[in-house]
């Protein structure tokens, strides 16, 4: 244990500060990721201890027992040796103990269940071909693609599936897990989230053609800032003014969607605030230079099967939407923020 | 005479190749027919990295990409490294062992044609425009008839349970073989290590394979009969899918990586002019590893939310595969030690493989551990991981095989600079293509997808693997040149062109006559023909006298056998029942000639055997 410690550390040092902070898992920026980010750089710290003594052996015999040119000579015919046998099974045998100690401490750790805890915040996970449902029951409201959450809190996560299986995953703040379709197979996760910020979850099963596509972030926020945004979730949505987009909203969109409290059960994305979420569809980033949540809304609704091919969503022509239409709720929903 | 008076059936060209039963010309379709799909999965492959070679890049529709990866898993696995490890059982096994051929040599041939035809009905799919994509593990719902419309899933059902046929087949033959046909003298503790890994890999199949049946027969009755299995909308379960194909998924791992353990270790040993170390405790190692490998195929479950209780049992089961595994590295590294070490190609592969597997394994007792496996699971570490263990591990185990054994199965000699070439740029190739595929994991790329967005740090080492990808295509070129090369060359091979051989096949001419041995070997060590050599021996003293050999007579039965397979598969398929039956008639109604009408085989008489009946 005490030649692994200088070992350890050299990983620490080389893998930490690795990849974004808001994406890789070697950066942990939260409890659940950070103890298995430990034992990550224990498991590797082992392993290299290993990997380096073959290596060392291997050159060393290639090196030192390569045949000369023309050598006839017969080599020793050893059958093998009792001590060096017992030493590599025993060796062995100790770094899996030392590993597999913590890992069998951090899978019980990890699998603690706060859905009865007051303090944790609930929050129903539903995956769909090719985007996430988010629910929190203790509130009564229901959002798209944008997990808010407070920080400092135990996130309690009870995940499920639509349709096919995916896995929820926000790698810098922990490890995933899969979302299962059907009774029975629900699972539970939970998270922390210490620091405020925006961190990328992606999903991590394949799903089908957009599989690749499926992001959505997770943004934690401070207890009041959380508090906030429940109650403008809350609020009786505010519908556009214009009675003919009003129309076109409520008739081609609010059939799927749902904003507010119209349209509650719905089989889509919920669209309340999108004008304050960072991406368009997980994947069209709104900050990006010439982008903004109108020309998103518009690319996506245009053309929905080339943002995210195989998606459920039928198209701006398929939908009847005319460009005056369009235009419309485009902007409608970009100025349709909300105050957290 | 009169008491062998069987009509000698031979035949000639292609007709011979149709017919066959002799295992070395089985070994050789085998390797021709799994060398094709090797190609093929490469191809796949190579487009995968094409399109993954920068961001958004679209080369390949998102449609496409998910076939892609799905056939390259597929083929790989099940068509491309599984029958070329046959092909060099079936070149082998018989003559390590002194025998003249398997157990079974009609079922030998079935399994060849019936892996062919499954193999080849998979493939049809790329010509037919429904192509299995829900990748090799074909997870439901995805690949269940709500969300896998079209027939492609049914392809991968079809073909995989036909070339599954094959491969249950070969497994019951070569365990029969092994435990019936060995040469007077050969007990088991001195049968050679590619022999016993080959003995036990057979048992993995037998008691692996039938899982994947039921799995795939299960599935198929979802899509084609409205079976509610793995229907949740009906009660069915997802997980249960995931359980019946990791119960046969992770032998299947040890199917195939203990015979590339087998490889190494003659290998190693040959070309070190030395003994295996610790032979003993590899066979115990290799037998360890098949019965824990049946224990841990919940490791491919961890984030499945089966509960921290089966989570910590098989994190711990699957740990302890590294202490046997680890104790075939160190045996191998103490068999160079003190050797005369010559670096030929085999040779290379297998040093090659030594270092390259360790990484692989060392990756796998990271992923057992799993709290940290949910991080690792379904992201580009797996992808890393694996590919270390089946190229770095299996793919070299292979070549390095086959460059040992090709004067054996060809009576050609490969050349050697274009092999070492062939190693060097597959070798490099191979590490630049999956080495930084660890980190691009690690950062936070799940497998398996598409397209990536940028400026999420993926770009450079994806570009990195592409590369790389590129040149392990350039070392299989330079293979296939070589081939091509050395069988336009007239050469004549001696019976021990290595020089240092050890086992019983190293004291037959190469290539061996149809009946591999005039007189059957008399065993007297492992080791067997290095210890006569070294007491000054030209050849193997013989078990019996020079008398009539008895040969299986050719026969044409499993070629329409498994053609009527293939027929009733895309008719099952297709829901044309006429079809689905008439191919099943055929099948079975070759069952019923090859019942009925006895074929006693034929004899080769010691005159003929001295003009010398080459296969």
């Given at each position: 244990m005490k030649r692994l410690l200088p070992l350890m550390a050299g990983v620490v040092l080389l893998l930490s500060?690795?990849?974004?902070?808001?994406?890789?898992?070697?950066?942990?920026?939260?409890p659940v990721a950070q103890k298995q980010f430990d034992l990550m750089t224990l498991s590797i710290s082992i392993m290299a201890l290993v990997v380096i003594i073959v290596f060392a052996i291997c050159i060393y015999v290639l090196i030192r027992f390569r045949r000369r040119k023309g050598d006839k000579s017969v080599p020793k015919q050893v059958e093998g040796n009792h001590t060096l046998e017992i030493i590599w099974t025993v060796i062995p045998i100790i770094l899996l103990l030392i590993l597999g100690v913590p890992t069998i401490n951090t899978v019980f750790g990890l699998a603690?269940?706060?859905?009865?805890?007051?303090?944790a915040v609930q929050v129903t996970v539903t995956s769909h071909q090719y985007w996430w449902e988010f629910e929190y029951p203790e509130y009564g409201i229901k959002t798209a693609q944008e997990l808010v959450v407070p920080t400092g809190k135990k996130i309690q996560f009870t995940l499920a599936s639509a349709d096919v299986t995916h896995a929820f995953w926000i790698p810098s703040i922990g490890g995933k897990i899969d979302t299962n379709?059907?009774?029975?197979?629900t699972n539970k996760l939970f998270l922390e989230f210490p620091k405020e910020g925006v961190f990328k979850g992606k999903?991590?099963?394949?799903?089908?053609?957009?599989h690749s596509l499926m992001d959505f972030k997770a943004k934690a926020v401070s207890q009041a800032s959380f508090d906030r945004w429940v109650a403008a979730m809350k609020a009786p949505a505010v519908l556009p003014e214009d009675s003919k987009i009003k129309d076109a909203l409520e008739n081609k969109c609010l059939s799927c969607h749902a904003i507010g409290?119209?349209?509650?059960?719905?089989?889509?994305?919920?669209?309340?605030?999108?004008?304050?979420?960072?991406t368009i569809g997980g994947?069209?980033?709104?900050?990006?230079?010439?982008?903004?949540v109108e020309s998103n809304i518009k690319e996506w609704v245009t053309d929905t099967q080339k943002v995210k091919?195989?998606?459920m969503m039928p198209n701006a022509g398929e939908l009847g939407l005319t460009q005056e239409e369009l235009d419309g709720i485009a902007k409608y929903l970009a100025d349709y923020k909300l105050d957290y | 005479m009169a008491a062998h008076a069987h009509t000698v059936k031979r035949y000639r060209g292609l007709m011979d190749w149709l017919t066959t039963v002799d295992h070395k010309k089985i070994g050789i379709l085998y390797l021709l027919a799994g060398g094709l799909f090797f190609i093929v999965g490469g191809l796949e492959a190579l487009m995968i990295r094409i399109q993954l070679m920068?961001?958004?890049?679209?080369?390949?529709g998102a449609d496409t990409f998910n076939e892609l990866l799905t056939m390259h898993g597929t083929t790989m696995i099940f068509l491309a490294a599984m029958p070329m490890l046959f092909a060099l059982m079936n070149a082998v096994i018989p003559l390590q062992i002194g025998a003249?051929?398997?157990?079974?040599p009609f079922l030998n041939s079935l399994g060849f044609w019936t892996f062919f035809f499954g193999g080849v009905l998979l493939n049809i799919s790329w010509f037919a425009g429904?192509?299995?994509?829900?990748?090799?593990?074909?997870?439901?719902?995805?690949?269940?008839?709500t969300y896998g419309s079209g027939h492609g899933v049914d392809y991968y059902l079809m073909g995989l349970q036909i070339a599954g046929i094959g491969t249950l087949l070969g497994g019951i033959n070569f365990m029969a073989t092994i435990i019936n046909m060995?040469?007077?003298?050969?007990s088991f503790m001195r049968m050679p290590m590619f022999t016993w890994t080959i003995f036990i890999t057979s048992a993995l199949i037998v008691f692996a394979f039938p899982a994947l049946t039921v799995g795939l027969v299960a599935l198929t009755f979802d899509r084609l009969?409205?079976?509610?299995?793995?229907e949740t909308g009906s009660g069915g379960n997802t997980v249960l899918w995931e359980h019946i194909f990791w119960v046969f998924g992770h032998p299947e791992v040890y199917i195939l990586i203990l015979p590339a353990f087998g490889i190494i270790s003659e290998v190693v040993s040959t070309f070190s002019r030395k003994?295996?170390?610790g032979y003993s405790s590899m066979v115990f190692a290799t037998v360890l590893i098949a019965f824990l490998g049946f224990m841990v195929w919940a490791h491919h479950m961890f984030?499945?939310?089966?509960g921290p209780v089966a989570n910590g049992l098989f994190s711990i089961a699957t740990m302890l595969i590294a202490v046997p595994t680890g104790v075939k590295i160190f045996n191998w590294l103490f068999t160079l030690w003190g050797g005369s070490i010559r670096f030929t190609t085999a040779n290379l592969f297998g040093i090659g493989f030594i270092p390259t597997f360790v990484m692989g394994g060392v990756t796998g007792v990271m992923l057992a551990s799993a709290p940290a496996d949910f991080q690792?699971?379904?992201?580009y570490f797996v992808v890393a991981h694996f590919h270390y263990v089946i190229v770095g591990g299996l793919i070299f185990g292979i070549f390095a095989g086959l460059h040992y054994w090709w004067p054996k199965m060809f009576g050609r000699l490969l050349n050697e600079t274009l092999g070492k070439l062939t190693f060097w740029t597959f070798f490099i190739g191979f590490h630049l293509t999956f080495f930084v595929q660890h980190f691009l994991g690690l950062l936070g790329m799940p497998r398996r997808v598409w397209t990536y967005l940028p400026?999420?740090?993926?770009d450079t080492m994806n570009l990195v693997s592409s590369i790389g990808a590129f040149l392990m295509g350039v070392g299989t070129i330079v293979f296939l040149i070589n081939v091509v090369v050395s069988a336009a060359k007239k050469q004549r091979v001696a019976d021990?062109?290595?020089?240092d051989g050890r086992s019983l096949?190293?004291?037959?001419?190469?290539?061996?006559?149809?009946?591999?041995?005039?007189q059957l070997p008399l065993v007297r060590s492992y080791d067997a023909w290095w210890n006569e050599k070294q007491k000054g021996n030209a050849e193997m003293p013989p078990a019996e006298p020079v008398g009539p050999i008895h040969m299986p007579s050719p026969s044409i039965l499993p070629l329409i056998m498994s053609i009527g397979l293939f027929a009733a598969g895309l008719g099952f398929m297709y829901d044309k029942l006429i079809v689905a039956i008439a191919g099943l008639v055929v099948t079975f109604g070759c069952m019923f000639l090859r019942s009925v009408f006895d074929d006693h085989g034929f004899h080769i008489e010691p005159e003929e055997q001295e003009k010398g009946v080459h296969a």
């Open positions: 500060a690795c990849g974004r902070e808001d994406l890789s898992t070697l950066n942990p920026q939260g603690k269940d706060y859905s009865k805890d007051p303090n379709a059907g009774t029975g197979t999903c991590a099963e394949l799903c089908g053609p957009s409290e119209n349209n509650a059960g719905s089989s889509a994305p919920n669209l309340t605030g999108i004008g304050s979420r960072q994947i069209l980033y709104n900050d990006e230079p010439g982008k903004s091919p195989g998606n | 920068k961001p958004m890049n679209d080369f390949v003249r051929d398997v157990a079974f429904d192509v299995p994509a829900a990748g090799w593990t074909s997870y439901v719902p995805l690949a269940g008839p060995r040469a007077p003298g050969m009969f409205h079976a509610n299995f793995f003994r295996l170390f984030t499945a939310g089966l690792y699971h379904d992201s400026n999420q740090g993926f021990d062109p290595w020089e096949e190293w004291s037959i001419p190469s290539p061996p006559p149809e009946y591999n041995f005039k």
